[in-house]
T-cell receptor, first 116, second 111 residues
């Protein structure tokens, strides 16, 4: 059973460029959340997608956008990159309406973005 | 003040020690409490999940929640070098499936 897969694992961009990160959720999961984890910090919630729509959004600017496809996979796009966008970007999948398993997220290994 | 506070450490202990990791929080609406383990260069993985106050035990791991004090703990018995990782507490009010994370505590268990 494949877990959450993310690509690319590492990438380097320069300020002002745009980046697209990709995520395939765990088999059977229908909800994808994206997190940003700066060095030495905990994951910060960016947004969550369910049924191809953004369901909730954290405190991130509009430069951060996303998409969910009919097969539940997802993309995170960041425009006009800033040095401060350098971080590990984590994708987490879950199953909506799963009752007592609230908060049980399955994370991928992340995409490490460096902005120069 | 952050919603979830967690000492970043590092916490260094000898093999076999009992480890205590803690978080405090300010949002009284939190009802679901989790501990995630994150190895270097990996994504977090769920270790323990607790609803409301009380204790939960799973092998060498025990999670405690004290909602009156807004304080949660994770105890690791007979710690092993393989337990060396960053431990993230996380909590959620319920229904959103979007937990708020602490910054993580780095644990080093040396042989």
């Amino acid at each position: 059973d494949a877990g959450v897969t993310q690509s690319p694992t590492h990438l380097i961009k320069t300020r002002g460029q745009q980046v697209t990160l990709r995520c395939s959720p765990k088999s059977g999961h229908d909800t994808v959340s994206w997190y940003q984890q700066a060095l030495g910090q905990g994951p910060q919630f960016i947004f969550q997608y369910y049924e191809e729509e953004e369901r909730q959004r954290g405190n991130f600017p509009d430069r951060f956008s996303g998409h969910q496809f009919p097969n539940y996979s997802s993309e995170l796009n960041v425009n006009a990159l800033l040095l401060g966008d350098s971080a590990l970007y984590l994708c987490a999948s879950s199953l909506a309406g799963r009752g007592s398993n609230t908060g049980e997220l399955f994370f991928g290994e992340g995409s490490r973005l460096t902005v120069l | 003040q952050k919603e979830v506070e967690q000492d970043p450490g590092p916490l260094s202990v000898p093999e076999g020690a009992i480890v205590s990791l803690n978080c405090t929080y300010s949002n009284s609406a939190f009802q679901y409490f989790m501990w995630y383990r994150q190895y270097s260069r990996k994504g977090p993985e769920l270790l323990m999940y607790t609803y409301s106050s009380g204790n939960k035990e799973d092998g060498r791991f025990t999670a405690q929640v004290d909602k009156s004090s807004k304080y949660i703990s994770l105890f690791i018995r007979d710690s092993q070098p393989s337990d060396s990782a960053t431990y993230l507490c996380a909590m959620e009010s319920g229904g959103s499936y979007i937990p708020t994370f602490g910054r993580g505590t780095s644990l080093i268990v040396h042989p």
